[in-house]
């Protein structure tokens, strides 16, 4: 008997096919492994099937394909999208090219995405969504563009991708047109749909527009959808509407830690500290960030004593400081201005192990530094950040040459 290569004498079976009982070993091993959770030694298993001509059947592809655009685990996945080409399946169906498009898309890396995408001889509706989407994750919104005039049918998700790569891409007025033609289309609406257009009203402060929108969502019923309802609830506070976000948060039959904050932070940008302390400490929990927004607020309306003294409660009460939390804690110590306390929070940084490597932290350093005099230290903090700088400049140029 001739020897055939292993590609040519490819063995598959299909969980509940007759020929369960018969599965080599090996193809049972790496399932048996996939429902134990044991993803990593799956894909490691892969290499020895590919030696015995043996491939996995087309639900636990997928399902290792799903583990690696979950996790955003590249590697693995292009594993497995070799196991495949390894086994006589250089064109997957439709079926297993979507989540080869799909893991690539979560990961990144969308030139192998569209090259499984191209490759495709029958696409269907999630085919083309999965490219839009990976097109506006990336911030490509001609790109986007292009495709999604391209594609034979829309959707909802298609029409949603669009309007909310147009917002967070700054093209408010196109977003607002695609969100427009998005209603009167007859994909239907979902909370997603009002999404991408209150991140408009949130950039453009337009209350008109914020109301129509509040208004839409009421009718519809997807108040109640608590990301929701807080994103319209920081749009008025952007448009400087304490009143309609103050009533809006009256009505809310939930809250989260993000809802008060945003109300916290809504009334320090209006200057109203009163009321942005009053709300603040009736909050039932807070977090780095809520304790950040009420500091910001007294520094911005110029009560740089206040914040500073926020910051100390906020270490009483042993919440761990963010990036955020010092660099507007070192601006109001710049603007007092107090060496003596920019030192300490200085110190403060180190012990923590906060990264020396942050540039918000360090650029904020300099800042305050030079405003309280200590042009000494302001040049020793620039020459460090230089440093650093530097030296994660190489690691990445290393890095790529060695990828290549």
Not at 37 to 66: N, P
């Amino acid at each position: 008997m001739p020897y055939l290569p292993p590609q040519a004498r490819i063995f598959s079976v299909r969980p509940g096919s007759d020929n369960l009982k018969r599965r080599p070993c090996l193809v049972q091993k790496v399932i048996d492994l996939c429902s134990q959770g044991h993803f990593q030694r799956a894909v490691d298993s892969l290499d020895s099937l590919a030696d015995k001509g043996l491939r996995l059947d087309s639900k636990t592809i997928a399902f290792l394909l799903q583990k690696c655009a979950d996790s955003k685990s590249i590697a693995p996945g292009k594993c497995v999208h070799l196991h495949l080409k390894l086994t006589g399946r250089r064109h997957p169906n439709t079926f297993i090219a979507n989540h080869l498009i799909s893991m690539y898309r979560k990961c990144g890396d969308l030139v192998n995405a569209c090259k499984v995408f191209d490759k495709l001889s029958v696409r269907n509706l999630y085919s083309w969504n999965a490219m839009l989407s990976g097109y506006a994750k990336l911030g490509m919104t001609k790109a986007a563009r292009d495709l999604f005039d391209e594609m034979p049918e829309k959707n909802m998700i298609s029409w949603n991708v669009m309007v909310t790569s147009y917002a967070q891409g700054g093209y408010l007025e196109e977003a607002v047109n695609f969100y427009r033609e998005s209603r009167v289309s007859s994909s239907g609406i979902d909370e997603y749909t009002f999404a991408g257009v209150v991140t408009v009203c949130v950039k453009a402060k337009e209350l008109n527009l914020t109301r129509q929108v509040h208004c839409q969502v009421l009718v519809a019923g997807f108040l109640s959808n608590l990301v929701l309802s807080s994103s319209i609830l920081a749009a008025y506070a952007s448009c400087g509407e304490m009143g309609d976000a103050t009533r809006l948060f009256g009505a809310m039959r939930s809250r989260d830690v993000v809802t008060w904050t945003t109300l916290v932070a809504g009334y320090g940008n209006c200057g109203d500290m009163k009321s942005a302390r009053e709300v603040f400490d009736m909050m039932p929990e807070k977090n780095s960030v809520s304790w950040t927004a009420l500091m910001d607020g007294y520094a911005r309306n110029g009560f740089c004593n206040e914040a500073i003294t926020v910051f100390a409660e906020m270490m009483k009460h042993q919440v761990a400081p963010d990036r955020f939390s010092f660099s507007v804690c070192m601006s109001a110590c710049a603007s007092i201005p107090s060496l003596n306390l920019g030192k300490q929070i200085h110190a403060l940084v180190m012990v923590t192990g906060f990264r020396p490597t942050d540039t918000t932290v360090l650029r904020c350093l300099v800042d305050m530094y030079s405003k309280c005099g200590s042009l000494e230290d302001a040049q020793r903090v620039s020459d460090f950040m230089g440093r650093t700088q530097n030296v994660a400049s190489g690691t990445q140029h290393c890095y790529v040459k060695e990828a290549t």
